[in-house]
């Protein structure tokens, strides 16, 4: 036994043995790291393509994507290529451009609808319009008020005959549709503030968007966005008028002309 392990201990102390078992050693390492290499570049992944020509601003659904096979190294020499169907899915094609037939998806061309310039007129339902609420960064609470929330619009309006002031909740439970700046670019996109607001964009019946309007042109009337926490959003109560007072405060002052 001891002859054995003098002899095991001769042959890894020999320095011709260290040399080729590190040669043996480095060899296997170069090999298998180099298969690796070559199998991770070549392993095929799949990303979706455009079934038929999209135009200009369409809705990309599930039923117009297919899906195809490209070697992974070939989808990453591609920083814009889409290679989840999760981000081309209910998303829009640019509005400056088409995708043709049997593409691949590219980011720069496909949209969120929150991103397309006419997003706050998308999909709006009859008897609906836009109305455009100007707002600052004080009056969003610091672009705390995001897209997608209900909010309560509330009102403050100078009660002449009694010298007091007036302030109640005007509009129950709204949604807002999209929050913009000055130059009409979408803020507050997936939670991030990017911007300085200037107008908060609300799809409302049009009697309300009569009532809204006409607050505008009265002058001692000031609407004011008021936030809610997420059950108040959850909820999605009926979006309503609140105060019949302030309401009437504001059409005694307005003349509505029909022909």
Do not use: W
Not at 50 to 68: F, P, Q
Not at 127 to 138: E, F, I, P, R
Request: hydrophobic share 35%; glycine share 4%; proline share 4%.
């Amino acid at each position: 036994m001891g002859n054995q392990l003098t002899g095991l201990k001769k042959f890894f102390t020999n320095k011709n043995t260290v040399t080729f078992v590190c040669v043996i050693l480095g060899v296997l390492v170069l090999y298998f790291g180099y298969n690796f290499r070559v199998n991770k570049a070549t392993d095929p992944i799949r990303v979706p393509y455009a079934k038929k020509e999209l135009t200009k601003k369409s809705k990309i659904t599930a039923d117009l994507i297919g899906y195809t096979t490209v070697p992974r190294s070939l989808a990453n020499t591609s920083k814009t290529l889409i290679k989840s169907e999760k981000e081309v899915i209910d998303h829009y094609v640019s509005y400056s451009t088409n995708i043709p037939q049997n593409s691949y998806f590219y980011s720069d061309v496909v949209m969120t609808e929150e991103q397309m310039p006419d997003y706050a007129f998308i999909n709006m339902k009859d008897g609906y319009t836009v109305y455009s609420l100007k707002v600052t960064m004080a009056t969003t609470y610091a672009n705390k008020i995001f897209p997608n929330t209900y909010i309560d619009l509330y009102a403050k309006a100078d009660d002449k005959s009694s010298g007091k002031i007036m302030f109640g909740r005007l509009i129950e439970s709204i949604k807002v549709k999209a929050v913009k700046d000055d130059r009409g670019n979408a803020l507050l996109e997936n939670g991030v503030n990017n911007g300085t607001p200037s107008a908060m964009l609300f799809e409302v019946p049009d009697d309300l968007f009569d009532l809204l309007k006409k607050a505008e042109f009265v002058d001692d009337v000031e609407i004011i966005p008021v936030p809610r926490n997420a059950a108040y959003t959850a909820q999605q109560g009926e979006t309503t008028v609140d105060n019949e007072t302030i309401k009437q405060h504001i059409l005694n002052q307005c003349v509505t002309i029909t022909e």
